[in-house]
């Protein structure tokens, strides 16, 4: 079937750079979000790179030990506040959550460019913190280090201050769309469960990032005005800096991943062509998630001198967020169990994400034994913990739902072949870089060091070889989607087949997302009632 | 949408009606009240840990704070928030004068808590009751009373700016009210104005006995 | 279209000015709460007092008794989830002396801005400094 481009669409329908910088279309600003967070993953990656390049040897290749602390703070900072934290959310939740719940903005669409400038604006300050000193804390800015090295901390913690801000904005934006801007008719049961998973991300927004401004804030205040409350020299306490951290930054973690699961869902659900299994059991998980994700923030601090009182609880509250990520999982398995499942681009990161995901859940409860973690803290262990969630979860979900949205978003299909081989790439490249973390985290290997006892050569190198196979995959992925943009075939307005909203418009969609009020006609995941077309607002009843 | 009647100006593209773009700027401002609370909460949380571990210099350090400043204080922010409130109740039944009556109220009201604070605090600098390694003031018994003063300046001059950010934005709503923007069918701004306002209020009514009774 | 009317819920005066004067009476209740000493229970009377403030001021003045029920969840989670904050830090914080009784207490008794800067000892607060030692004493007597 030939398809062709709608001659007006949301693209072409103003011109001139000064349309894309006022623009108040949730469409557009999804775009100026993925061309800033795109452009901070480039950077993360490159600083990634230089790491495991500084890692091939024990010896001195690039960087001495002051370089490595700053090379490996800055990939962190970049890699969680600039693009981790805001990239699915704020690129693919503002870009398809009002289409799939039938909306024609968000509620606030200044709101939500004023969030978009605010995290330029944090954007800058970080660059500033790189070229004026740089930081050497690593991303968790403990003190009393935090308050005391020369580094340029008031730039960095002002960046992430500042992006904490950009982040509330979104997730204050998008509660208030779904609760009042659904289609008519549409009841919670109805939505999406990417909806769901992006309501869920949003309520933790709201809830953790204002307490890391404050303690950001107080941190400034420590080490500018000298208030004292986190010097043990004054009477106070650096424990509490890493309470008031971390009861943001595990919630955090769940900003990071929840979004994720909302992807897997819908990419599970449309190449499974199959009802989703347990809908209403992966919906409220979500809002499980979020809350277990609150109770648990201690399990960080096992070895940082909290009372044992404290860290059992924190261990054994740990055990329970294990299960609704768990219960996702297997229904996810149901869902494709005897579906007929076709293997495109999009369901290949799904499937990579499931893997990858696992190991890393499971390697968080190992974490959370407390009992465990005394030895495990703190090392290599750690490290690929939080990289099989954090890129084997994640990052897997946002190029799955770039690869699936892409030719809503553009119009047009990239390179099916090449991007089946990126795919590969990335997940061989992934597991080579960090399984041999979790055997060399177990044998000792204390993270955040710029060299390593002799005995560790031979999976350090390995892990460097892998990096390089990812960053050949990441590469490729740029190439053959900005390729797509411009000259891939026309895709028609619903490539994949895919029952939610999103799809019932043209592919690119029109300025103000649908003619008229929408109509919902059947539920996101009717497999069992309809056949869509690769068209407008055809099917077939079954 | 079968509704023909005109799309009232202050009516955004994409809501359908007047009613859901009220509804959603509240849901809006009551989430950004609850942004609100856990930014205080992060200090509420440092008062009541350093509180636990030093209640005697607490005590000791509290009867340096002038009651009566703060009994003041407390009282001159209620009236306020009932000015507030009756700004909105004016504007309910169309009454545009007492509305503007009513707001510049609420501003007098906020400069002069500000004011007062203001006296609060240039005497606690001079006698240097300050907080951490500023702090030069002898005659506190108790471990680090600095602590206490951290807690003090940190809570109250957050809570401060935010007084002063009411008293932009009532001055904003008095001009916006003066020129005709507002009408019984549409006043969302003041009613959200109002919801913040008495949230300020509300932290203040927590402050008060925290600092100036109990310590 | 709900009514636009019953929306907008126009309270009578009377029950604004109530409880404004019911605000301004406790307020009266607490300062007075205050010159009297009850001990322990100085902090329950007072916190008690401000929670009933709070309360009317939410209900009424905020409208939260006669607006939608989602308004009234979204405040009492706030107030939930800053609830965990607080007690589940200080699950930590006070109980740091379970297993070690010198790490219940602050790291430094007297901070470091009190010493002068030539002894490097504390300067002025005798009395500060004689619970100093008393609780150095007082640790080591338990360490046995
Ligand atoms: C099954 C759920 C999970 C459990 C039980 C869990 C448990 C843990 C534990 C106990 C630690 C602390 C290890 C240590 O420092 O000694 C940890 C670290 C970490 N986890 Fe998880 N985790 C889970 C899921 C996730 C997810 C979904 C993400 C992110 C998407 C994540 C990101 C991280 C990060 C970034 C760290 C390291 C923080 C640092 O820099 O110190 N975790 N996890
Ligand atoms: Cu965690």
Redesign the pocket.
């Known amino acids: 079937m030939e398809h062709t481009i709608p001659e007006k669409h949301y693209l072409n329908e103003a011109t001139g750079w000064k349309s894309w910088l006022m623009t108040l279309d949730h469409k557009r600003i999804g775009i100026l979000y993925m061309i800033m967070v795109m452009f901070s993953f480039f950077l993360g990656g490159v600083f990634a790179l230089l790491l495991r390049w500084e890692l091939i040897s024990p010896d001195k290749i690039l960087m001495g030990p002051e370089m490595y602390n700053q090379a490996f703070s800055l990939h962190?900072i970049i890699m969680?506040f600039l693009f981790?934290i805001p990239s699915i959310p704020a690129i693919l939740g503002n870009f398809v959550m009002p289409l799939m719940i039938g909306a024609k903005d968000v509620a606030f669409p200044r709101l939500n460019l004023a969030s978009w400038y605010i995290y330029v604006i944090g954007f800058c300050f970080a660059v500033y913190a790189l070229f004026t000193g740089g930081i050497d804390t690593?991303?968790?800015f403990y003190t009393p280090y935090s308050s005391e090295t020369t580094t340029a901390v008031i730039p960095i913690l002002t960046a992430a201050f500042v992006l904490g801000f950009s982040s509330i904005f979104t997730g204050l934006n998008f509660i208030v769309t779904i609760h009042k801007l659904r289609a008519p008719g549409m009841t919670w049961f109805q939505l999406p469960l990417f909806v769901w998973a992006i309501y869920a991300t949003a309520l933790i927004q709201v809830l953790a990032t204002p307490v890391l401004g404050i303690t950001l804030a107080l941190l400034m205040l420590e080490r500018v005005v000298g208030i004292g409350i986190f010097d043990p020299a004054m009477g106070g306490d650096p424990v509490l800096f890493q309470h008031f951290f971390w009861f943001y930054?595990?919630p955090?973690?769940?900003i990071?991943?929840l979004p994720?699961m909302g992807i897997i869902s819908e990419l599970i659900a449309t190449f499974s062509h199959r009802r989703i299994f347990g809908y209403k059991f992966i919906a409220f998980s979500s809002l499980g998630i979020a809350f277990t994700g609150f109770l648990?923030w201690g399990?960080?601090?096992?070895?940082s001198g909290q009372s044992d009182f404290a860290a059992v609880i924190f261990?054994f509250l740990?055990?329970f967020?294990?299960i609704p990520?768990?219960i996702k999982i297997l229904n996810w398995m149901a869902t494709m169990y005897k579906g007929s499942i076709s293997l495109d681009t999009p369901m290949l990161w799904a499937l990579s994400f499931l893997i990858l995901?696992s190991i890393?859940?499971?390697?968080?409860?190992?974490?959370?034994?407390l009992s465990i973690?005394v030895h495990?803290?703190?090392?290599y262990?750690?490290?690929s913990?939080?990289h099989y969630?954090?890129v084997g979860?994640?990052v897997m979900a946002i190029f799955g739902g770039l690869h699936y949205w892409w030719p809503k978003i553009w119009g047009r299909m990239y390179n099916e072949t090449l991007a089946r081989i990126a795919v590969v790439l990335i997940f061989v490249g992934f597991n080579v870089t960090f399984f041999v973390q979790f055997i060399m985290g177990t044998q000792g290997m204390p993270?955040r060091y710029a060299t390593y006892l002799p005995q560790f050569q031979g999976m350090h190198g390995f892990s460097s070889i892998g990096a390089l196979i990812m960053g050949v995959g990441f590469l490729l992925i740029a190439i053959y989607l900005i390729h797509a943009i411009f000259k891939g075939k026309p895709s028609g307005p619903n490539p994949w087949k895919a029952l939610t909203m999103e799809w019932e418009t043209p592919s690119p969609p029109r300025a103000g997302n649908f003619e008229g009020a929408q109509r919902l006609t059947h539920g996101p995941y009717d497999y069992d009632k309809v056949v869509p077309e690769n068209a407008l607002k055809q099917y077939k009843t079954l | 949408m079968s509704q023909t009647t005109a799309r009232p100006a202050h009516l955004q593209h994409h809501f359908t009606d007047v009613h859901q773009q009220a509804e959603s700027a509240k849901l809006g401002i009551w989430i950004f009240l609850l942004t609100e609370v856990l930014l205080f909460g992060g200090l509420f949380c440092f008062y009541a840990i350093y509180r636990s571990w030093n209640p005697d210099m607490f005590h000791n350090a509290h009867a340096f704070l002038n009651v009566w400043m703060g009994a003041t204080n407390t009282v001159v922010l209620i009236v306020s928030s009932l000015t507030m409130a009756l700004a909105i109740r004016s504007m309910q039944l169309g009454r545009r004068k007492h509305t503007i009556v009513f707001l510049a109220g609420t501003v007098l009201l906020a400069c002069v808590f500000m004011v007062i604070k203001y006296f609060e605090y240039s005497h606690k600098i001079h006698l240097g009751q300050l907080p951490g390694k500023w702090y030069f003031f002898e005659g506190i018994a108790g471990t680090n009373p600095h602590i206490f003063f951290s807690a003090y300046f940190l809570m109250t001059g957050l809570h401060g700016f935010h007084v002063l950010g009411g008293i932009a934005v009532i001055t904003w709503l008095i001009i916006k009210t003066a020129r005709g923007s507002f009408s019984p069918e549409y006043y969302t701004p003041i009613e959200m104005t109002g919801l913040y306002w008495h949230l300020v209020d509300l932290i203040w009514i927590f402050l008060f006995p925290l600092f100036y009774l109990i310590g | 279209m709900k009514d636009d009317a019953a929306q907008r819920h126009i309270l009578p005066l009377n029950l604004y000015l109530a409880v404004g004067s019911g605000l301004l009476v406790l307020t009266v209740i607490t300062v007075a709460a205050a010159q009297m000493d009850f001990g322990q229970m100085n902090l329950l009377i007072a916190m008690g007092i401000a929670v009933v403030k709070a309360t009317l001021v939410a209900m009424f003045f905020m409208h939260l008794k006669y607006d939608n029920r989602i308004y009234m969840l979204v405040f009492v989670g706030s107030l939930l989830f800053l609830g965990v904050f607080i007690i589940f830090t200080m699950f930590d914080t006070l109980r740091r002396g379970d297993i070690y009784e010198e790490i219940s207490e602050p790291y430094l008794k007297e901070a470091v801005i009190y010493r002068t800067a030539e002894t490097g000892t504390a300067s002025s607060h005798a009395a500060a400094d004689s619970s100093h030692t008393a609780a150095e004493a007082e640790t080591e007597t338990t360490d046995h």
């Open positions: 962190g969680i981790i690593g991303w968790t930054s595990h955090a973690v769940y990071m991943i994720g648990v399990h960080h601090m096992f070895v261990s740990t055990f967020v294990g990520s768990g995901f890393g859940g499971f390697t968080g409860i190992i974490l959370g034994t973690d495990l803290h703190d090392t262990f750690v490290v913990h939080f969630v954090m979860g994640t993270r």
